[in-house]
């Protein structure tokens, strides 16, 4: 059974850092594409940062610079770095994988910026 679990979420001030924690589970973490998305309030979930089994990776425009996605294939775990945090970067986090055309989905990480 696929599980994935966020952590690391929180309150930071403008220009702080946070790192987010997605643990998986139930799965070769090792060979799936990773993906972080976000959605704040009364907007539509984006794609915010995406790593594939070999690391390649790839990011929205207002995030470049600021976040690092990473995996770490012996712990299972994926990771967003998340620098020079801006208020505009409020949302719930999520991570998600597709496995054989389904979408596995953890229940969501809040992260707040305000001073």
């Known amino acids: 059974q696929v599980q994935l679990v966020e952590s690391g979420g929180g309150l930071v001030q403008p220009g702080g850092s946070l790192r987010l924690s997605c643990a998986a589970s139930?799965?070769?973490?090792?060979?799936?594409?990773v993906d972080w998305y976000r959605q704040a309030p009364g907007k539509q979930r984006e794609l915010v940062a995406v790593?594939?089994?070999?690391?390649?990776?790839n990011y929205i425009d207002s995030v470049k610079g600021r976040f690092t996605i990473s995996r770490d294939n012996r712990e299972n775990t994926a990771y967003l770095q998340m620098n020079s945090l801006k208020p505009e970067d409020t949302a719930i986090y999520y991570c998600h994988v597709k496995k054989l055309r389904v979408d596995y989905w953890g229940q969501g990480t809040q992260v707040t910026v305000s001073s």
């Open positions: 139930g799965f070769i973490f090792s060979v799936y594409t």
């Open positions: 790593i594939t089994s070999g690391g390649s990776t």
